[in-house]
């Protein structure tokens, strides 16, 4: 049973990856680390209360938002090397959101 206060540093964390995930579209790497370590502090009483399968939508969420900082890099890319790097790593992300969005969806169909 969540209580009041778990709602709210379940809404505050939820607040954070969305700052996060803006400060990786405008490529922002001070206020991103800034906002990971703050998510560092959150982590250990948020990992309590999660479920496996809101650790899954954690991890999607994580991925997505370093699919869009590097899908942000690949068009800023001056070099065809730079765009092979940001193409292969894309491919990883890619990869990895397929097999976390196969276990969500098998976990809920438990």
Same mark, same amino acid.
Request: aromatic share 6%; glycine share 2%; with cysteine.
């Given at each position: 049973m ?14 954070y ?16 680390q ?8 959150f982590?250990?009483a *948020? ?6 399968e809101?650790? /899954?939508?954690?991890? /999607? ?12 890099? /690949?068009? *800023? ?5 730079? &765009? ?16 976390? *969005?196969h ?5 809920? &169909? &438990?």
């Amino acid at each position: 049973m969540n209580t009041k206060s778990d709602c709210g540093v379940s809404l505050q964390i939820d607040d954070y990856l969305d700052l996060l995930h803006f400060a990786i579209q405008i490529q922002d790497q001070e206020w991103q680390q800034s906002l990971i370590h703050q998510l560092k502090i959150f982590q250990p009483a *948020a990992e309590q209360q999660r479920t496996p399968e809101e650790e /899954l939508w954690t991890r /999607l969420d994580y991925i997505n938002s370093k699919l869009t900082g590097l899908c942000n890099q /690949l068009h *800023a890319a001056h070099t065809q090397d730079e &765009r092979d790097k940001c193409k292969e790593r894309i491919g990883l992300l890619q990869s990895q959101r397929l097999e976390v *969005a196969h276990k969500i969806k098998w976990a809920s &169909r &438990r």
